[in-house]
């Protein structure tokens, strides 16, 4: 998640405001009383941030491993 210039909006996002939203869509849907349809939506809403967490997390363990392959000086 590096280039801004191709992501929407939503997928400029930092790992901690997308987690939190996340958090905030679980909490809404376990908490019940909403409609289908907002439920729906709120549903494919944290769908999209899970994906941009793990986009976050998949580069945080890449630059991990590059890291642990490096040479050290």
């Keep these: 998640m ?3 210039t191709k992501a929407g909006p939503e997928e400029r996002l930092s790992y901690e405001q997308a987690r939190a939203e ?9 908490a019940g009383g909403t409609s289908l349809e907002e439920s729906l939506a709120l549903w494919e809403r944290g769908e999209a941030l899970a994906v941009i967490c793990q986009r976050w997390l998949d580069g945080a363990r890449a630059r991990i ?5 490096e040479p050290a000086s």
């Design 22 to 30: 996340l958090a905030s869509v679980v909490e809404r849907l376990e």
């Design 65 to 69: 491993d590059a890291a642990r392959q």
């Design 2 to 4: 590096t280039d801004d």
